[in-house]
Structure formats: C-alpha cells, structure tokens
C-alpha cells in the first residue's frame, strides 16, 4: 500500500540554523500539507501546497517557513533559522483530491530538537 | 476551532466493541465527518470518513445520525493495539482544505 515518507525521522539542530524536512507524498497525490505537533499539544496545520504554489498557510507559518517541489517527487519544508519552540514533530500529508471526498494520508514524521 | 465534542478518554476490554461518541452540532450540509486515529506520537492515520449515509470499512464503522449532529466509531473487535487518540473531524472534503484537529478522545484497550 503506498505510504507517504518522511526524512530524517529525527533532527536536532542548534537555535539559528536552518533545517530542511523531507517528503514523499504519495506518487500520484496532487495535494500536499504540513502539520507539527508540539510535545503534548493537538496537531496543527501549516500549509497546505498545491500545483506549485501555496493554497493556505497558517498564522504559525511565517516568513521563517518556506515549502518546495524542487522536483516530481519531493516536498520540503524548509525554516530558515530555528527558535526554540519549533522543537516539534512534523508531519507531512498528501492527498489525490481528484473530484469529491479528499483524504488526507500522513507521514511518519519528523522529530525535531531544537537546542 | 475544531467543530467536533469528544469524550476525553474511554477504555475498551480486549475483544469488545469500541464505541467512539462525538458531537458535531455545527456541522454544514457540505461537511463530511472524517476519523483518524495517532497511536503514540506516529502520524495520524485515516480511518473512515461519511457524509450521512453509514459506512463501514476493514477497519471501523462509522454511524452518522439522521440530523447529522453526532456520530459514532465502531471498533468492532478492539485489540490493545488499538489503543491510541481517536479524532473526530468535520471538513469540506476538497483538496487544499486544512483539517483541524481537536484533541480527540484517548482509549485504552485493557486486557
């Protein structure tokens, strides 16, 4: 069954780096997301990407946030210089969304650190 | 906000049906009521998903009553790997919609 992929499973990194999360949605998903949960919190949204551009963004993904497709199978999140408080897991999700009745398939996740 | 009500946590015998209750008092016409579920900190996994009509899938049942307001998921044979954080969530089923996650209900499957 096809599986949407994340990489690396975890990350930790030093406050001010930048830090890019990987995925491989599924091959022939046209939609693509990213979520993070915070230790203990609920999931919640970031972005959400489709046919090259940005479709919506949340109030937590600021200028620090950037996605891309940098190729047919990739989507990548990409935080230019990380804060303490993006310590998080991040996931990624995508779905076919070809006429009605979109679902949503998630990754494993990423766990990043921030120190 | 999430548009769903959920018990927050509930426990299941092994062998016995889970019965997830949520209520969704607000949901639009064009809403369909979707369940996933997160076992630990892994990535949320779809379940079922409806509009009105009941489904049933190799996984869960879902029952949407006739006014839409609540539904229920129905873990036939719960295992202890079922144990996990069940969300309830109401979404326009197109593509590029975010879906809101509310903090779901946490059942434990006990032996």
């Known amino acids: 069954e096809p599986e949407v992929t994340q990489t690396p499973s975890h990350q930790v990194t030093q406050m001010g780096q930048e830090v890019i999360l990987r995925c491989v949605p599924i091959s022939n998903h046209l939609y693509f997301y990213w979520y993070r949960q915070i230790l203990g919190q609920k999931v919640e949204f970031l972005v959400s990407f489709y046919n090259n551009e940005i479709s919506e963004k949340s109030e937590i993904f600021d200028d620090q946030f950037s996605v891309e497709r940098p190729d047919g199978s990739n989507f990548t999140l990409k935080i230019r210089s990380t804060k303490l408080e993006d310590s998080a897991m991040y996931f990624c999700a995508s779905s076919e969304a070809l006429g009605v009745q979109e679902t949503q398939y998630f990754g494993p996740g990423t766990r990043l650190l921030v120190l | 906000d999430a548009k769903t009500t959920q018990p927050p946590s509930m426990d299941c015998a092994e062998g016995r049906a889970a019965n997830l209750p949520c209520n969704h008092s607000?949901?639009?016409?064009?809403?369909?009521v979707y369940w996933y579920r997160q076992i630990h900190s892994q990535g949320p996994q779809y379940i079922i998903h409806g509009l009105k009509n009941n489904e049933t899938n190799e996984m869960a049942s879902l029952i949407i009553t006739e006014d839409r307001k609540s539904s229920t998921l129905i873990l036939p044979h719960a295992t202890l790997r079922d144990t996990a954080v069940y969300y309830c969530i109401v979404r326009v089923a197109l593509g590029g919609f975010k879906t809101i996650f509310g903090a779901g209900t946490r059942l434990f499957v006990k032996a």
């Open positions: 607000t949901i639009s016409g064009n809403e369909y």
